[in-house]
């Protein structure tokens, strides 16, 4: 059914637009972001694809890019090693996966960038758009080689653009959501992880996101009744209630150190779910 929404400009790590880091350390060059295939904003429309559903790489690496140096080993986890077999559970963990990636190129960890390629493009033939990530994935290992970060960047955001185009070829908007759902979370795990050691409460204001919060509780309002009923649901529409208490105040006093690390213990329940067995 088609939806209208305010167009919100938001990353799967909006939360991490933060002040620059103050450090020495060479920055990535985020190149022009390809232009995105020929697209009708009517099938755009009607299927939800959306700054939400398909969020900017470019965007969410340059933010990522402020907070550099990124402490990797304190947010860093282990890849899933094999696809869920239910698809809502496969497509949040894709969206995780990206942000895994993100992770990888901003850290520069040359070793952890051949594990999200594959993971990354198995997943995606679960999903059933797998020849649209292919190309890519084959760049970002050989790029990853000579640690080309910029030519992984540039990569990552022709994926990220072939993705959508494979969800809209399916007319699969629920997948779409889920795919960047899965990134929003783990995002918000990266990001409350790093702010949890390195707090400012200017920093902190930036977890307040009203609006991107409640875009995703309703799109989780409405999904599958089937799904609805399982436990991951369940934690996906709990603690997103939860973070937004701790995030979203109404004097817009921003979340102390204490709720930023508990917004870290939520955000790491949802994924952790999310990678559990299916129910």
């Known amino acids: 059914m088609p939806r209208h929404f305010h167009h919100i400009t938001v990353t799967v790590l909006a939360l991490c637009a933060l002040a620059p880091a103050k450090s020495a350390d060479k920055k990535i060059a985020v190149p022009e972001v390809p232009s995105v295939p020929a697209i009708s904003n009517h099938m ?16 969410l690496l340059k933010a990522l ?3 550099r140096p990124v402490p990797y080993d304190e947010v ?3 890849l899933p090693q094999q696809n869920p077999g239910d698809r809502a559970r496969l497509a949040l963990s894709t969206g995780g996966i990206i942000g895994d990636g993100f992770l990888a190129v901003v850290a520069e ?9 594959r993971a990354l493009l198995r997943q995606a033939k679960g999903l059933g758009v797998g020849e649209h990530v292919t190309r890519h994935s084959r760049s970002v290992l050989e ?3 000579v640690k080309d970060w910029a030519g992984i960047h540039t990569e990552l955001v022709g994926t990220q653009r072939d993705v959508e185009t494979g969800m809209m070829a399916l007319r699969d908007e629920e997948i779409a959501h889920l795919v960047a759902l899965g990134g929003w979370w783990r995002g918000l795990e990266i990001t409350s992880g790093i ?8 920093t902190a204001t930036l977890l307040a996101q009203p ?28 603690n997103l209630a ?38």
Do not use: C, H
């Not at 702010?195 to 200017?202: F, I």
């Not at 979203?248 to 559990?276: C, Y």
């Open 143 to 145: 790029k990853a080689l």
């Open 211 to 238: 609006a991107v919060i409640d875009y995703f509780a309703d799109r989780i309002s409405t999904m599958n009744p089937f799904f609805q009923k399982t436990k991951l649901w369940a934690a996906l529409s709990g």
């Open 76 to 78: 860093a986890r282990e």
């Open 195 to 202: 702010l949890s050691s390195r707090y400012t409460q200017e």
């Open 44 to 59: 755009r429309e009607e299927l939800g694809i959306n700054e939400f559903t398909t969020p900017s790489i470019a965007v």
């Open 242 to 279: 939860e973070v937004r208490k701790l995030a979203v105040k109404p004097d817009k006093a921003p979340p102390t150190v204490e709720e930023v690390r508990a917004i870290r213990v939520l955000a790491k329940a949802v994924n952790d779910a999310i990678a559990a067995p299916e129910e």
């Open 109 to 117: 960890k040359q070793s952890r960038i051949e594990p999200v390629a």
């Open 65 to 67: 890019t402020k907070l």
